[in-house]
């Protein structure tokens, strides 16, 4: 079945720092999304990407599609406190719905 | 606030009884999803409805759990005779056409004593 894997697991950064998780799945995809889980929080919609070496970018946030729609990333340029929860991929494959990823936890440390 | 809402927030239950959860989506959207979260990892889908009609169900649901989507508005997730395995965040998400933004709402925690 599809597989979504994302990595790392955890990061723990100096607040100002860079941070980027990665997303890898094992089919071809026909969109990718991103949500935000604060902690004791829900997920919450960042962004979705459609096109093949997509990037979209939302204040200090990246988003990219790969080129052969297999894989994401999202980057963080100087992470604030703010930006601290768990950051989903959400992969949608016809007749298989929503997967997503295990998240990766983001701790920003002032 | 008119965003995704769902009843009750906190559910303790001792095993073996049947709890019910509610969820009610934003009002012109007319899909509905059910999803399962435990600690550290992600939302599992768990369902999903279009209107009235559920559309899908995932190969992990057993047949002690079942929703209902009776007038395409608000839904129901029902789990008969619980387990401790149950025992997770029940979340309902929303949206108004396939692959487009979901929006949660807050989340059913359920604990199985």
């Known amino acids: 079945g599809q597989q979504v894997m994302q990595i790392p697991q955890y990061q723990h950064v100096q607040e100002g720092e860079d941070f980027t998780t990665y997303c890898n799945s094992s089919?071809?995809?026909?969109?990718i999304q991103w949500y935000k889980q604060r902690p004791g929080g829900h997920p919450v919609f960042l962004i979705q990407l459609v096109k093949s070496g997509e990037v979209k970018k939302q204040k200090r946030l990246t988003f990219q599609f790969g080129e052969a729609k297999k894989n994401s990333s999202l980057h963080i340029t100087a992470t604030q406190t703010t930006d601290v929860g768990t950051y989903f991929c959400?992969?949608?494959?016809?007749?298989?719905?929503?997967?997503f990823g295990p998240g990766t936890r983001l701790s920003v440390l002032p | 606030d008119t965003g995704v809402s769902q009843d009750p927030r906190h559910k303790i239950t001792k095993r073996g009884q049947n709890v019910t959860f509610r969820c009610d989506p934003i009002?012109?959207?007319?899909?509905l999803y059910w999803y399962r979260q435990t600690l550290g990892q992600g939302p599992e889908f768990l369902t999903y409805?279009?209107?009235?009609?559920?559309?899908?169900k995932s190969r992990l649901l057993s047949d002690r759990f079942s929703a209902e989507r009776p007038k395409g508005s608000f839904s129901t997730l029902e789990i008969q005779r619980t387990e401790q395995g149950d025992s997770a965040m029940y979340l309902c998400a929303s949206s108004r056409q396939l692959q487009e933004t979901q929006y949660f709402g807050p989340g059913t925690r359920l604990l199985v004593l």
């Open positions: 009002s012109e959207h007319n899909r």
């Open positions: 959400a992969e949608y494959n016809y007749g298989q719905n929503f997967v």
């Open positions: 409805f279009q209107n009235e009609a559920q559309l899908e």
């Open positions: 089919t071809t995809l026909s969109n």
